[in-house]
């Protein structure tokens, strides 16, 4: 368009100007929307071949481990999952307040397996786009909600996704400080064994290897029968 400058910021924001500017808002804080003399569209961008493509929004980014994770770019990728009826994917926090990456979809049909799909859904991200980019969390619906114009409510479903998430973390400390009482002899195989029941009775965390902690093992704390590392594999 003839008359309309633009770039875009280093998250790939668009920033427009053109003669016919509006002024400002009287009832906001018009500094918000501006950079110099050019507006905020909050829309991100990219251009090619000549020509510029909206890509998303800027407010849904999830900044995760200090990168920018476009929803838009993840979304594209799960649709290429034929059962996939619809889906959406948002920023959650995790127990620490960690801003994780959590994908939301509905089925076409009902499947028998819905755990192999999304490990199929989860490898497929990484494979296109890169671990960066790859899911922490995936999340079956029946229905996606909507707001009144008819936009997928992201903020209702970060509500409803706080209210499931939301519970007491509980930790079994058995396989740690329980091995004082046997002298840190607890096998790979006790380990293994152990951390399935807890895991079948509902418990959350389950803490392994020396009671003194990571690499504690040592003729001074008590040597353990397995290495950390070979606890944490069982």
């Known amino acids: 368009l003839s008359d309309v400058e633009y770039y875009l910021t280093e998250a790939n924001e668009l920033l427009i100007k053109v003669p016919w500017m509006y002024l400002g808002y009287t009832n906001e804080k018009t ?17 090619k071949n000549g020509c ?3 890509t998303g929004r800027s407010k849904d980014l999830i900044i995760k481990g200090g990168m920018n994770i476009s929803p838009v770019l993840i979304e594209n990728v799960v649709y290429k999952e034929q ?4 889906n959406v994917v948002i920023g959650v926090k995790d127990y620490n307040g960690e801003e994780k990456v959590c994908c939301v979809y509905t089925l076409k049909d009902e ?5 192999a799909l999304e490990t199929s859904i989860k490898k497929l991200v990484v494979s296109e786009l890169g671990r960066n980019y790859s899911l922490d969390y995936t999340w079956k619906i029946d229905v996606i ?6 936009k997928i409510d992201k903020n209702r479903l970060k509500q409803i996704w706080e209210t499931m998430t939301n519970k007491t973390k509980i930790m079994d400390v058995t396989l740690r400080d329980g091995s004082y ?5 607890f096998s790979e195989y006790e380990t293994e064994k152990i951390c399935s029941l807890v895991h079948e009775s509902g418990i959350d965390y389950v803490e392994v290897g020396h009671g003194v902690g990571l690499d504690g093992s040592s003729t001074q704390n008590g040597i353990a029968l397995c290495s950390d590392e070979e606890y944490l594999e069982a």
């Open 52 to 54: 510029l493509y909206i």
């Open 83 to 86: 059962r996939i009826l619809e």
């Open 181 to 185: 009482a046997i002298n840190f002899q």
């Open 145 to 150: 909600p909507r707001n009144i114009n008819g």
């Open 111 to 115: 499947i028998d397996d819905p755990a």
């Open 31 to 47: 500094d918000d929307y501006f950079e110099g003399d050019y507006y905020k569209s909050g829309d991100l961008a990219e251009i």
